[in-house]
Structures are given as C-alpha cells and as structure tokens.
Nanobody, 125 residues
Framework: QVQLLESGGGSVQAGGSLRLSCSAS????????MGWFRHAPGKERERVSF???????TYPDSVKGRFTISVDIAKNTLSLQMNSLEPEDTAMYFC???????????????????WGQGTQVTVSS
C-alpha cells in the first residue's frame, strides 16, 4: 500500500521560506515521477514542481528560481524548498506520485495514482 505524507506547511510573511516534505512508503521516490501540486481557493489546481525517475526537475515560471525540488533516497522523501514566498503562493500543497502516463509527469492531466492529504501554506503580506 502506497502512502504519501506531507509535512512542513505553515504560515510565514512574504519573503520568508518553508520546506515541505513528502514521506513515501510503498513506493521508491527515485524510481518514478513525483512532485507537488497546489490548490488555492477559487483557483484551479496547478503544478508546482516535479522530478522524474531520471532526476530531471520542472518548474512553472511562477516559482522558477524560488522553489527547489529534491529527493532524499535514504529517507525515501521528496522535499520542496520554497524561498522568497509571496502571498500568491498561499494554497494547499499536495504531493503526488506515479502518473498514469509518463508524459503527465510534466504536462497534461493531473492523473497520478497516489496523492497525499495536503499541507497548508499561508503567506501574509
């Protein structure tokens, strides 16, 4: 049974930093595409960052240069370092793993087999 457990969310002021973690069980984080979505009230869910089984990371322009995704193989954990946070980053952040098609790792439908419960990030101005 695959489980993804997020942690590290919280409330910070604009310009601050947070580090999200996604602890995985039942799946090896380095062997599949994993990453982060976020969903803010009144907005569509959007991709934040993903890393494929080859270690290639992708970021949308909205977070590029501020967020960094990484994999800790020893801990079987996916992390997202978020710096220079902006109020627009406020959202529930979800960890996801193993897209139903390889190309969905970087684009297309958000069809992933496994999802975490989410962790809230709130950035105040």
């Amino acid at each position: 049974q695959v489980q993804l457990l997020e942690s590290g969310g919280g409330s910070v002021q604009a310009g601050g930093s947070l580090r999200l973690s996604c602890s995985a069980s039942g799946i090896t984080v380095s062997s599949t595409c994993m990453g982060w979505f976020r969903h803010a009230p009144g907005k569509e869910r959007e991709r934040v960052s993903f890393v494929d089984g080859y270690g290639r990371a992708t970021y949308p322009d909205s977070v590029k240069g501020r967020f960094t995704i990484s994999v800790d193989i020893a801990k079987n954990t996916l992390s997202l370092q978020m710096n220079s946070l902006e109020p627009e980053d406020t959202a529930m952040y979800f960890c996801a793993a193993d897209p139903v098609r390889d190309e969905y790792c970087t684009t297309g439908p958000h069809l992933f087999r496994y999802w975490g419960q989410g962790t809230q990030v709130t950035v105040s101005s």
